[in-house]
């Protein structure tokens, strides 16, 4: 069973286990800090995952990832980022797929969104079909758009409408 649920501290270590597998971070933002530390998981758990509708993914009461919502400010407040990450010994078995529809149709029932968008690095070929199968449209390509450790990524741009 996949549920969403705030985060816990009991969390702390399953965040800094996969936050510092190379795998997992390869297309994330690089915002997250690397080495992730107890110190970075802390302040996740008590304040960074209080700003939008953010979310730890859990299956069967094992903790799998984070996904969240991110709505922007002033003429883009309709409008929200999505954002995600999974453990890799949870990929490949339709868990994110399934947290997607679920945070998305919270999103959409209880806030004010009406578009919800994610910004997917060239080459992340699991986080653009997660997106398109659940409903999200190709929506732009910015070209060399993303700049991490020395390479240049163009940057997917998907959304889905209300």
């Not at 936050?19 to 110190?39: C, G, M």
Request: one cysteine or more; glycine letters at 8%; aromatic letters at 12%.
């Amino acid at each position: 069973m996949i549920t969403l649920r705030d985060f816990q501290p009991h969390d702390a270590p399953h965040i800094i286990k996969t936050l510092n597998d190379e795998q997992v971070t390869r297309f994330l933002s690089s915002k997250i800090p690397f080495p992730y530390t107890q110190a970075d998981a802390d302040w996740w758990i008590n304040q960074g995952s209080k700003n939008g509708i953010i979310k730890a993914i859990v299956v069967n009461e094992q903790f799998a990832g984070c996904i969240g919502i991110t709505p922007g400010e002033f003429e883009y407040s309709r409008s929200g980022e999505i954002g995600y990450w999974l453990n890799s010994h949870f990929w490949g078995q339709g868990i994110m797929t399934h947290a997607i529809t679920k945070i998305c149709n919270e999103a959409f029932k209880n806030s004010n969104l009406n578009r919800i968008f994610g910004a997917v690095f060239a080459g992340n070929s699991g986080s653009i079909k997660a997106l398109t199968k659940c409903g999200f449209e190709a929506e732009a390509v910015l070209k060399q758009a993303i700049y991490k450790n020395g390479v240049f990524y163009d940057s997917h741009i998907f959304s889905k409408l209300k």
